[in-house]
């Protein structure tokens, strides 16, 4: 009975230890944080034709060309006016050059213009 104690005695403190031990492991280790980095913001021009507007969203939908200085292929995407007066004006079916601040996957048009 007495040697079972001990050895229950000792699995509780090496558990205990390990747990801590552990913990303070994590703790030390700042690349392994619970909160994702930001990712870096890039900006870019495209040209493209204007597919879509939704002037209460504030988007518009844009059939464009490569943008190298994103890393984005030709594709057709919706971005966010900021500011929302960009959209003035705008009509489907338009050629426009613009610009675009990207932050992950969020797109923000912040310059359009009309050819």
Same mark, same amino acid.
């Given at each position: 009975?007495r040697a079972? @104690?001990?050895?229950?005695?000792?699995?509780l403190t090496?558990?205990a230890?390990?747990?801590a &031990?552990?913990q303070?492991s994590? #703790?030390?280790?700042? #690349?392994? #944080?619970?909160?994702p980095?930001t990712p870096a913001?890039?900006?870019?021009?495209?040209t493209?034709?204007?597919?879509?507007?939704?002037?209460?969203?504030?988007?518009v939908t844009i059939?464009?060309g490569?943008?190298?200085a994103?890393g984005w292929?030709?594709?057709?995407? @919706? &971005?966010?006016a900021?500011?929302?007066?960009l959209l003035?004006?705008?009509k489907?079916?338009?050629?426009?050059? &613009? #610009?675009?601040t990207?932050?992950g996957m969020?797109?923000?048009?912040t310059?359009?213009h009309r050819h």
């Amino acid at each position: 009975m007495r040697a079972c @104690t001990c050895a229950l005695i000792g699995i509780l403190t090496l558990g205990a230890s390990g747990a801590a &031990f552990a913990q303070d492991s994590v #703790s030390n280790m700042p #690349s392994m #944080s619970a909160t994702p980095a930001t990712p870096a913001a890039k900006s870019g021009q495209g040209t493209g034709m204007v597919k879509a507007i939704d002037a209460a969203a504030h988007t518009v939908t844009i059939q464009h060309g490569p943008i190298p200085a994103v890393g984005w292929p030709a594709m057709t995407m @919706t &971005f966010k006016a900021k500011p929302a007066t960009l959209l003035e004006g705008l009509k489907v079916g338009e050629t426009v050059d &613009f #610009s675009v601040t990207t932050r992950g996957m969020a797109a923000d048009i912040t310059a359009i213009h009309r050819h």
